[in-house]
């Protein structure tokens, strides 16, 4: 199937220019042609005046206007999947409604969540996985960076598990896929073999687990551990052509997936081998892994770094021991 197939089924990609150069290129919103005429857009793409300026002309390019949009489906609560929302609410000149699954609703909502609001929370958190105060700091400054990059919503409508959206020609059912975070979601054609898994599955780059800590400051959600366990029920769709949140549709879901299962088992095994010379910190073990990531990237550096490590002990081959405030992990055979 190729994009003018897609057009002819009401499902239009229109690709959004973003400046994180690890995100795998521009995030993608999808225009869907809904039965009564109107809009449905998948993701609304960044809050920057560059990105909201690419989705007005991508709409006009197909002929339709911000107006048109009777609602927004937000994948998941990134601010390159949700940024736009209030602009287009805006531009609508009305409250249409912005469906976000309400594990994520937190980190779109005013008053919210998230690094940027709950400094503290984050940085004693790094703080016991040996994380240094000035790497800390670059992290809070470059989450600053980017949750400018978004207005966050005061209101948001639901979206599950089930939910079911009617398009013209499509029918676009909701699917909860925790990991990349806990409250993303994709949308599945099973008849039209589409999926639309947002940041859940990329052709070229594994998304990354990231580190969510609960109100109370701790880590309970363990993103990996969803995350392969999305990916088995995602590996098992109908699915022909990904129309994924960045980049070009690609096919072969099912290649794309074993691929990425290989990917976090070598890295789990280099986990495994650093920590056979002796227990480490999460941060020197990521530092091992990622020996040229910038501070400003360490929340995804450490992030990917724990979530392996937290894969590593569901499975009984490392525990972790608090010393002095600080988490050291061990391998826990041999
Ligand atoms: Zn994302
Ligand atoms: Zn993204």
Redesign the pocket.
Known sequence: MTEADLAGLGVHRIAIP?P?AA??GP?NVYAVEARGGGLVLFDAGLGSDEAQAALAAGLARLGRRLDEVERIVV??G?V??FGAARFVQERAGRDLPVHVHAADAPKVLEGGRGFAVERPAYAAHLARLGVPAEVEAAVARSAGRTFALARRLAEVAPLAEGDVIEGRAVRLEVLHLPG?TPGLVALHEPRRRLLLP??HL?ERIS?NPLIELDPDGVQRFRPLRAYLASLARTRALAVDLVLP??GAPFAGHAAVIDGLLGFYGKRQARLAALLAGGPRTAWELCAALFPAAHPSDAFLTVSETVANLEVLEDRGEVARADEDGRWRFRLARG
Do not use: R, T, Y
Request: a negative charge; proline letters at 6%.
């Open positions: 973003i994180f995100a795998g995030v994948s998941h990134h390159d999947h990349h947002a940041d990329l998304p949140g960045h």
